[in-house]
């Protein structure tokens, strides 16, 4: 609706630029409070749970309302994972966490093809990817390829397996971790401690 009025306005000025004098500034203002409401909802449910947070929780609805993904980088205990599964609870939306490692491969992300002995076939078997928001922590571990596969559904927004193209749901929300390269050393000294 916003997108829409935005949209015809626009088009209005860039057509006749006189149109301006006729915009109703306060009212396109009460209609966008009335559309976005919503938002102050969710940002206020999230804050129930995750406290001192608001940068990251304003990063996670500019992410979602914008279509767009999210790269956070921190070390452990930020509440990264509470914070987007806590968002995804709020909205109703199915979450995932992967753990990125160096041994991982495209396939532990997208799925694969698996042969069914009974019907003589293969049929797909989705990954852990087909959810609405994911938690890609650590995703600096993964080997190129993985994070190649990673940021091609996060881009095309959907993923093929076999010869069949599957689009991912929507919304779809990916939130990368990775610790700062000088701190790795140390947090892995911190978590053997």
Known sequence: MIFTLTKQIFMEVKENPTVT???????????????????????????????????MIESLLIGLLSNGHILLEGVPGL????????????INVDFKRIQFTP???PADLLGTMIYN???EEFI????????????????????????????EAMQER?????DQTYKLPEPFLVMATQNPIEQEERILYLRLK
């Open 158 to 162: 959907q993923i093929t397996i076999g």
């Open 124 to 151: 797909s078997k989705k990954g852990p990817l087909f959810s609405n928001f994911i938690l890609a922590d650590e995703i600096n571990r993964a080997p190129a390829k993985v994070q190649s596969a990673l940021l």
């Open 117 to 119: 002995q009974k019907k």
């Open 21 to 55: 004098e006729n915009i109703n500034i306060a009212e396109i203002n009460e209609l966008i409070q009335k559309e976005s409401g919503f938002v102050d909802l969710i940002n206020m449910e999230v804050k129930k749970v995750i406290v001192g947070q608001q940068h």
């Open 79 to 90: 509440a990264k994972t509470l914070a987007i599964s806590t968002l995804s609870k709020v």
């Open 103 to 105: 041994d991982l491969l």
